[in-house]
Antibody
Framework: EVLLVESGGGLVQPGGSLRISCAAS????????MNWVRQAPGKGLEWISYISSTGGTTHYADSVKGRFSISRDNAKNSLNLQMNGLRAEDTAFYYC??????????????????WGHGTLVTVSS | DIQMTQSPSSLSTSVGDRVILTCRASQNISIYVNWYQQKPGKAPKLLIYSASSLQSGVPSRFSGSGSGTDFTLTISSLQPGDFATYYC??????????FGQGTKLENK
């Protein structure tokens, strides 16, 4: 069974830092590109960061560029997001996701798209 | 950035209804659209990829169509478990994805 389990969320003051993580199991983590997607309470989905399977390529949404840093440890099957300079508007559930792709399963195409359950980050004084 | 605009933002519907949700991209994105269903307190679930391909395990009452800038998600006969929020997502500029703002299906 594929599992993505986020951890590390919590309450942090504006301007503070937080590191959230995602523990992966049930698939070959080191072969998958990964993303972080967030969702403010009661709001829509926002992609915020991507990392290639080796960690050599990263991308960020403009809203977090320069403040957030994505990384991974393939030996430990873990994905991380270091968040600095946090703002009230960063308050959200943060989801770890595999990067979507299509593969063949028993000869038939299937979309591969796994999501964790999310971890809540609250930025407030 | 490519903007994805969904309509309507909410829809009052009933079990058995045929439901059509729309999503418009701000530029041509070919067929690079996914559709997701999200229920309260849960992660989004992939329903449709590449505009019209049904994800494995998703009931056949869900279907997608469109290309270019205009896309639709159709639920042929709404079931009780289908009351949820639906999001479209463009993959044309992968991995810089953007989502629509969502359409919430409410029980009339």
């Amino acid at each position: 069974e594929v599992l993505l389990v986020e951890s590390g969320g919590g309450l942090v003051q504006p301007g503070g830092s937080l590191r959230i993580s995602c523990a992966a199991s049930g698939f070959t983590f080191g072969s998958y590109e990964m993303n972080w997607v967030r969702q403010a309470p009661g709001k829509g989905l926002e992609w915020i960061s991507y990392i290639s399977s080796t960690g050599g390529t990263t991308h960020y949404a403009d809203s977090v560029k320069g403040r957030f840093s994505i990384s991974r440890d393939n030996a430990k099957n873990s994905l991380n997001l270091q968040m600095n300079g946090l703002r009230a508007e960063d308050t959200a559930f943060y989801y770890c996701t595999t990067d979507f792709h299509v593969t063949l399963v028993r000869g038939l195409p299937q979309g591969i798209d796994y999501w964790g359950h999310g971890t809540l980050v609250t930025v407030s004084s | 950035d490519i903007q994805m605009t969904q309509s309507p933002s909410s829809l009052s519907t009933s079990v058995g209804d045929r439901v059509i949700l729309t999503c418009r991209a701000s530029q041509n994105i070919s067929i690079y659209v996914n559709w997701y269903q999200q229920k309260p307190g849960k992660a989004p679930k992939l329903l449709i990829y590449s505009a019209s391909s049904l994800q494995s395990g998703v009931p056949s009452r869900f279907s997608g169509s469109g290309s270019g800038t205009d896309f639709t998600l159709t639920i042929s006969s709404l079931q009780p478990g289908d009351f949820a929020t639906y999001y479209c997502q463009q993959r044309y500029t992968a991995p810089r994805y953007t989502f629509g703002q969502g359409t919430k299906l409410e029980n009339k």
